[in-house]
Nanobody
Framework: QVQVVESGGGLVQPGGSLKLSCTVS????????MGWYRQAPGKQRELVAI??????NYKDSVKGRFTISRDNAKNTVYLQMNSLEPEDTAVYYC???????????????WGEGTLVTVSS
């Protein structure tokens, strides 16, 4: 019903940059909040950045390095990641809270994740 597709992960050296993209499609009438989460080996999934349409918020450790942005016409959210550190290594997941076409139903849609590895 709702598809979430992420791209942009890969291997990068410390200090490098990557840009993640996430496109949402399907039978939806509105996208509310869109956010990026990540899960490192042996750790819990955590919020990295969120864009509600009205404001943005970031995990403290990525402030000044990561930027979340949206292109509402394309149902796409981006995460620009600069000055990457080994601690940023994780699977990054895109999340979108959407309203389904034809009714008041809302749901959280998740992507499969894209792996970001920061290593020399």
């Amino acid at each position: 019903q709702v598809q979430v597709v992420e791209s942009g992960g890969g291997l990068v050296q410390p200090g490098g940059s990557l840009k993640l993209s996430c496109t949402v499609s399907g039978s939806l009438s509105r996208i509310n909040a869109m956010g990026w989460y990540r899960q490192a080996p042996g750790k819990q999934r955590e919020l990295v950045a969120i864009n509600t349409g009205g404001f943005t918020n970031y995990k403290d450790s990525v402030k000044g390095r990561f930027t979340i942005s949206r292109d509402n016409a394309k149902n796409t959210v981006y995460l620009q990641m600069n000055s990457l550190e080994p601690e940023d290594t994780a699977v990054y997941y895109c999340n979108a809270n959407v309203a389904v076409t034809g009714g008041p139903r809302r749901l959280d849609a998740w992507g499969e994740g894209t792996l970001v590895t920061v290593s020399s």
